[in-house]
Structure formats: C-alpha cells, structure tokens
C-alpha cells in the first residue's frame, strides 16, 4: 500500500489543522493506520492510530484531548484532526500502516508515507 500525507502548515498555538493520510494500492479496510511525529533533533514518536474498522483509537499522552483520528474506508483515507495546538505539536508528522491492530511502536509498521510538515507558532 502507497500512503501520501498532506495538511501540514504553520498555524497559531491555539489553533487547529487536519492532516489527511490517503492510501493507494492494496485493500485498505484491513490496515491499522498510525500517525506518528518527529522534531528535529529528536526521535521519531507515536501520536494516534485507528484500527482497521475504524472503531477503535490510541492516542499519545501528549495529544489525548485535543486530537482526533478517523478514517473513511470508501474514500482510502485516514485524518488526524489536531486542535488547540502548541508550539511543541512542531514536527514532520507520517502516517503508517500495518495489517489489522494498531501498535504504538512505529517499528511494527510496513509502510510510510512522506512527511507533512506541522509548524506551531507561539
């Protein structure tokens, strides 16, 4: 499965994007969907995924409250709502992907879409 994420920018703290994750290729009903996060200098970081139904999520500590993750199966997409941001929400954010469950280890994932730059301005 080919993944594409798009939606970054610069925004306010405070403010609010939707990062889209749209899929190609395989059947993507039966993927686990992540979103993960890297700033610079730092390690790359769990922030949400959703099952393969959609009916369950996980989120990070940090971003629990405050973002939101769904898919839409018809249209092979996955969105990250992220709402009252902070300038700590800076970072590259990916999607990933992986057969059924969703994991919190980005190294349980077999595929990456690029990167969608998130920038938070205080």
């Known amino acids: 499965v080919q993944l594409q994420a798009s939606g970054g920018g610069l925004v306010q703290a405070g403010g609010s994007l939707r990062l889209s994750c749209a899929a190609s290729g395989r059947t993507f009903s039966v993927y686990a969907v992540g979103w993960f996060r890297q700033a610079p200098g730092k390690e790359r970081e769990f922030v949400a995924a959703i099952n393969w139904s959609g009916s369950s999520t996980y989120f990070a500590d940090s971003v629990k409250g405050r973002f939101t993750i769904s898919r839409d199966n018809a249209e092979n997409m996955v969105y990250l709502q992220m709402n009252l941001l902070k300038p700590e929400d800076t970072a590259v954010y990916y999607c990933?992907?992986?057969?059924?469950?969703?994991?919190?280890?980005?190294?349980?994932?077999?595929?990456w879409g690029q990167g969608t730059q998130v920038t938070v301005s205080s």
């Open positions: 990933a992907a992986r057969l059924y469950s969703m994991v919190a280890d980005a190294k349980m994932y077999d595929y």
